[in-house]
Structure formats: structure tokens, C-alpha cells
């Protein structure tokens, strides 16, 4: 890919196109942002389409490219449908960035397992575990026949350590997610296809319309002495996404302040 000498980018995307699911609003919305600052064509997915639109208007106003999709990353048949009627129209994709989480509050109360009943893990792990499978399905197979391809998935340290009461079923899927990104790079790698994962740490509730009522005394509790933004997320997709990182495959990166090292 020819790089363009005017360009201020740290990681060339251009003349790619990367879909974020869940990106409208949160860590996916700053996740499209990032990516379309860096060159990418981005394909904002969203199950409430007037979500995506937003993130659109947002990359469009700083000078990105944006196309909104709405669909259901639990529907297999809705995300088949949305990928290819897209790849047919506007661009294969070559970045996937798996954000949809059901981890904000209002959608997810912190619940010990033994409250819990089977339609609350069918719920997680159907956002968490089978929406990621659901995406990947979609896309690998362009990916593989183009030798290229980036996979990153937005998991949580919960997925990795054992975190506190109530998220069992949310690190369970989440735990889950992780290993089958790890499998998954083994067996993509000489297709040209990597695949990672984000363990994110505490992101303020603001960017997802929460109120942020501790945020100061998180903070105080970080080494790094502030909770992470969007766009913490968003610069580390973009090294992953990016010619540069094609030795980093099958790995689980730690994005968290300091709040747990390994
Ligand atoms: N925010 C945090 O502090 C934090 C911490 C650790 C990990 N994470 C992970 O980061 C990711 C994003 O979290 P967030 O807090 O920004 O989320 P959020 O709730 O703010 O935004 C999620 C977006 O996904 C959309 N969505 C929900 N279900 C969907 C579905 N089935 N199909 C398509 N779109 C759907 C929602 O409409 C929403 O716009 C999640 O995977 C979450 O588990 C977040």
C-alpha cells in the first residue's frame, strides 16, 4: 500500500476498511473514531441504528469515512446478511473489531451465580461469546481468500483473574471469548489473519451516557492515576490492526492503568 506523505497517521490503514461492532456510542464509538483517524474506512455497527448514525456524523465531521450498519451481533443470519450486503457494495472487510459487551450498568447487575438462572447465561454468553463468533464467521472467509486479515476482541481483565462478586457469567463468556481469539490465531496465522484481544479495565462511564459518580476515587486507586477513555482502546486497535503488528498474533493485552500487571 503506497503510504501518503502528508498524512499525520502513527499506523497506516488507509485503503482499509475496519467494521466495530457496537460502536455507537462507548469504547466502540472511540474505537471507530481512532481507526478512521488513522486512515481506515470504518463500518459502524450498532444494534440501535440511530446509535450508529451518530458515530458516523462524528467521523465524517473530523474528516473520516463512515458507513452505518445496524444489526444484531446474537443474530448469526442478520450479521451474514449485513457483512456481505456490504463487502457486495462498498469494501471487503479486513478489520474486525469485536466491541459489543453487555458490561454497563442497566444491562448488566452485578449478580452472584447462585441468583442467577439459565436465561441469564444464555444472555451473556450469547452477547459476549456466540456475537463474536457470530462477526468472525462472517468475515474469515474473505479474509482468508485475501491473506489478509486483523481480528481484535474487546474482553475484560475479569476474563483473565478473578475480579469480585457478581460477574461470573459476564467473565465466564468473556474468559471464553479470549481462548477462542487465542485458537483462532493459530489456525488462521498462515492465512495472514491475526487475532487479539483487548482486556480492558475501567473506561469512564460518561462515554457511555452513565452517570460517573466515582470516577475520581477510582482513579485514585489506578497507578496511572485516571481511568481510561475510548481512545486508549481505540490507539491499541490500531496498532493491532496495522501492517506492523502482523507478528502479534493469538495474545491478550492488559489495557488497564496498572490496575493488574502480569
Ligand atoms: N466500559 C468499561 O468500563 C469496560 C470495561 C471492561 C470491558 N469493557 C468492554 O468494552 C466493550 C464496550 O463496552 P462499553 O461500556 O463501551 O459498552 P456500551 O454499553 O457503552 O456500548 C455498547 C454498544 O453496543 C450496542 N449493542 C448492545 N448489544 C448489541 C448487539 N447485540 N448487537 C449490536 N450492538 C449491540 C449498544 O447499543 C451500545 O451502543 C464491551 O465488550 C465491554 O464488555 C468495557
Avoid at 452517570?211 to 476515587?217: G, S, V
Wanted: proline share 3%; net charge neutral; charged share 20%.
Amino acid at each position: 500500500m503506497e503510504r501518503n506523505s502528508r498524512s499525520t497517521h502513527v499506523f497506516e490503514l488507509n485503503g482499509r476498511t475496519a467494521l466495530i461492532t457496537g460502536a455507537g456510542q462507548g469504547v466502540g464509538a472511540g474505537i471507530a473514531c481512532t481507526l478512521a483517524g488513522q486512515g481506515a474506512q470504518v463500518v459502524v455497527n450498532d444494534i440501535d441504528p440511530a446509535r450508529a448514525d451518530g458515530t458516523v456524523r462524528r467521523v465524517r465531521d473530523a474528516g473520516g469515512q463512515a458507513h452505518a450498519v445496524a444489526f444484531d451481533v446474537t443474530d448469526l443470519g442478520a450479521v451474514a446478511d449485513a457483512v456481505r450486503t456490504f463487502e457486495r457494495r462498498i469494501a471487503p472487510v479486513d478489520i474486525l473489531v469485536n466491541n459489543v459487551g453487555n458490561a454497563g450498568a442497566g444491562a448488566f447487575r452485578p449478580t452472584s451465580f447462585r441468583d442467577t438462572d439459565p436465561a441469564d447465561w444464555r444472555r451473556f454468553t450469547e452477547v459476549n461469546l456466540f456475537g463474536v463468533m457470530n462477526c468472525v464467521k462472517a468475515v474469515i472467509d474473505g479474509m482468508a481468500a485475501r491473506r489478509h486479515g486483523r481480528i481484535v476482541t474487546i474482553a475484560s481483565g475479569s476474563g483473565v483473574i478473578g475480579q469480585g462478586i457478581g460477574v461470573s457469567l459476564y467473565a465466564a463468556a468473556k474468559g471464553g471469548a479470549i481462548s477462542f481469539m487465542r485458537h483462532l490465531a493459530i489456525e488462521n496465522a498462515s492465512d495472514g489473519i491475526t487475532a487479539n484481544t483487548i482486556a480492558l479495565g475501567l473506561i469512564d462511564p460518561a462515554a457511555s451516557g452513565r452517570e460517573a459518580t466515582r470516577t475520581r476515587e477510582l482513579a485514585a486507586h489506578l497507578p496511572v492515576g485516571r481511568i481510561g477513555v475510548p481512545e486508549d482502546a481505540g490507539a491499541l486497535c490500531a496498532y493491532l490492526a496495522s501492517q506492523e503488528a502482523s507478528w502479534i498474533t493469538g495474545q491478550t493485552f492488559h489495557l488497564n492503568g496498572g490496575s493488574y500487571t502480569s
